[in-house]
């Protein structure tokens, strides 16, 4: 049972344009969302979070907006850059019960940005 | 350190052997997390040690599969008895403080042949 689903596997954009990357989770108790961005052969690296308190947060070029009644968040990256090619992972924190701090991960999108 | 580190970066290993991945956490990161993903997949939980607190083993896929932490400084994970199914890159990650972001190293991809 995937908690946190990221349906689009991949995503080819051009430079200079917007890319949308999508996320959507099935358990209203989550009350953080982060996103991450993979490089091959290296781990995930923190991008951007989001608060279940709050519908946007912006750093820079990205914007995660949080839309809790469709239990949907996506994050806005513009202009993309081809430096931004890499896979995306979306992820939950799970604030109840024990082993609060973990974190429930998408499949994970790759965004291919095109010069 | 200036981030997490695990060794060795690659292992390559035949079925039926055991094999020890180690993570060095970020110095004072209290919490530590095993992860596991396998090709085309997501990051699986496996595993969270927080400071002196017994340690969650929900993710743990089997009894083959078991990690040790001191204190709040090194980790190891132990799978014993290597299956096919048991190749993945596995990732450790660790949290300091209040923040919800997890760290994660540049992990161990596992071949088991």
């Known amino acids: 049972d995937q908690q946190v689903k990221q349906n689009s596997p991949s995503l080819s954009v051009q430079e200079g344009r917007i890319s949308i990357l999508n996320c959507d989770y099935t358990?209203?108790?989550?009350?953080?969302f982060l996103w991450y961005k993979k490089y091959p052969a290296e781990g995930p690296t923190f991008l951007i979070s989001i608060s279940s308190i709050k519908d946007k947060n912006e750093d820079g070029r990205f914007t995660v907006f949080l839309n809790k009644s469709a239990k949907h968040l996506s994050l806005h990256i513009v202009p993309s850059q081809p430096g931004d090619s890499a896979v995306y992972f979306c992820?939950?924190?799970?604030?109840?019960?024990?082993?609060?701090?973990?974190?429930?991960f998408g499949k994970g999108t790759k965004l291919s940005v095109k010069p | 350190g200036a981030g997490v580190s695990q060794s060795p970066s690659n292992k390559v290993t035949e079925k039926g052997k055991d094999v020890e991945l180690r993570c060095d956490p970020i110095s004072g990161h209290t919490a530590l997390y095993w992860y596991r993903q396998r090709l085309g997949q997501g990051l699986e939980f496996l595993i969270y040690f927080q400071g002196n607190s017994a340690p969650d083993k929900s993710g743990l896929p089997s009894d083959r599969f078991s990690a040790e932490r001191t204190g709040e400084s090194v980790s190891t994970l132990t799978i014993q008895r290597t299956q096919q199914e048991d190749s993945a890159v596995y990732l450790c990650?660790?949290?300091?403080?209040?923040?919800?972001?997890?760290?994660f190293g540049p992990g161990t991809r596992l071949t088991v042949t």
């Open positions: 358990n209203s108790m989550f009350d953080y």
């Open positions: 992820a939950a924190r799970r604030g109840y019960g024990g082993s609060q701090g973990n974190l429930i």
């Open positions: 990650a660790s949290r300091g403080g209040a923040v919800y972001e997890q760290y």
